[in-house]
């Protein structure tokens, strides 16, 4: 992931293999708007050497995605609360899936590549929460123990650097994916998670718990959230 064009160009001088493709996310932008995928170095640096992006992202296009029911590339939309308590992982876990079945070959079709619901529309296959997919049922162990193990920590250690006058909770959206191999990779953290009308219906459940929560301690077992600590061996 580079965040600088130098620092880009650095790591191209250090590369003999031009097979790599990339995704560029320009920053203040949502719902998938302003999202370009290319098929290799020389695509994308003609790209930026013709727009100049000031605020952007460039990161490593995953091309072995783990699939759905076989064809389908998705990610994952995990919520996180940050509040004076700690670092709480949401157990409302979204599963976003991209309409068409998936083509590396085919890296323009965003409907087989960008799982953002808002270029979709409205549609019940593209959102889902992660309990209505007991074909992924098996990772959630995983996907748990990697927010222990990588978010938790630092995301307190975010929220504590914020003026205590001001803070109260901040609920952020986490979007992971997976490899062929099962190794799970973080694709970003959105600082306004948002999403289309199903996404809303979980986040106002969210919230108002996150509410609630800040009158009182978050550390019932039947919270639908879980404290992020130490990770689970």
Known sequence: TFTSINDYKNYQTKQQNNNNKWIIKENLSWGGENIKVFDNNEQLNEYLLKNNPK?????????????????????????????????????????????????????????????????????????????SVPELHYLKDKLINFCHKYLGQFLNSHYNSIDEKIRSYHLLGIDLILDQNEKIWLLEINDNAGGDSSIESYLAQIMARATISTIKPLKKPHDIFIELKEPIL
């Open 55 to 131: 605020s952007f992202i460039i990161q490593q296009y995953i091309k072995n995605p783990l699939l759905l029911e076989k064809y389908y590339k998705f990610d994952l939309r995990l919520f996180i609360l940050l509040c004076d308590e700690g670092s709480f992982l949401c157990d409302i876990f979204l599963v976003r899936v991209c309409p068409e079945k998936y083509n590396l070959d085919n890296i323009n079709n965003i409907k087989q590549h960008l799982t953002n619901v808002h270029l979709h529309g409205e549609n019940k296959f593209t959102s889902r929460q992660f309990s």
